[in-house]
């Protein structure tokens, strides 16, 4: 069965080997980045299954505008893949104010607005499906990455309400948690300059391990993408896909010593009550 997709962020990364993937499938993908030219060679090999419109995530009215002309000229969208992000490094010190604020507004509110543009298309059609890729950090956190896992943990919450509200229009999310995979997103990283009073802490640990290559990528990329595009046949959708031995290890360990920090406190949760 062809589907029809609208994927952002689709220039390298995780969303140009999804738009591949799908191309390659025969379905119809609206790919969305913020230089199109990068996609000129893809369009012209697959002429009528590639729409390709520029967008930037942080600009509210224009992902509304795209969102709505997506859904006016392919007609149907049967799932929208919010993909565009970028990782932020450095120890939440070190970082500007400038810096903080992109990356909320990139990876954070920009997946906010991009689905709450979709919500009222999908309604209208019957329902849909919304894959939202977080990360295994959206679940633990390693030092240097804070207001990237800000923005992840954020969206894990957002997406677990709203799947909520629109369960009763026939419209379901996926968060796809990868670990450490082998894409641009060490490339992309917008570093912060490091103080020397972090060099013997965690934080340049983590600055060292990924200087010197120690900080391993263990996933794979392609059969990551795979994946996510398997889920949108699934049904019902899965609530969260996690992606990589590395994301599976590191979120059970961290969901392990929060239920056990929690059953340490039971009693004093319960002694919080309003006494009869």
Do not use: C
């Amino acid at each position: 069965m062809q589907r029809t997709w609208f994927i952002t962020g689709t220039s390298t990364g995780f969303g140009r080997i999804m738009t591949e993937q799908l191309l390659a499938r025969g379905d119809r993908v609206a790919a969305t980045l913020r230089n199109p030219a990068v996609l000129a060679e893809l369009q012209e090999r697959h002429p009528g299954q590639l729409w390709v419109a520029q967008l930037d995530v942080t600009d509210d009215a224009a992902i509304r505008s795209v969102m709505a002309r997506a859904f006016a000229e392919l007609g149907r969208i049967d799932v929208v893949v919010s993909n565009a992000a970028y990782g932020l490094f450095g120890a939440a010190e070190e970082l500007t104010d400038a810096q903080v604020k992109r990356q909320l507004d990139t990876n954070l509110l920009g997946s906010i607005q991009l689905i709450r543009a979709a919500l009222p298309h999908l309604r209208a059609q019957g329902g849909g499906r919304v894959i939202q890729v977080s990360s295994e950090g959206g679940q633990m956190a390693y030092p240097n990455f804070s207001v990237y896992h800000a923005t992840k943990w954020g969206i894990e919450g957002f997406v677990e309400s709203v799947a909520q509200e629109v369960a009763p229009f026939g419209i379901e999310f996926t968060l796809a948690e990868p670990g450490p995979t082998p894409t641009n997103f060490a490339a992309g990283l917008d570093a912060a300059p490091a103080m020397p009073e972090y060099a013997d802490t965690p934080s340049g640990g983590v600055r060292r391990a990924l200087a010197d290559g120690s900080f391993k990528l263990t996933g794979d990329p392609v059969r990551m993408v795979e994946i996510r595009i398997d889920s949108a046949g699934q049904a019902p959708a899965p609530r969260r896909i996690t992606l990589g031995s590395t994301a599976y290890e590191s979120i059970r360990a961290a969901l392990t010593d929060r239920l056990t920090r929690l059953d340490a406190q039971k009693s004093v949760a319960q002694d919080a009550d309003l006494k009869a």
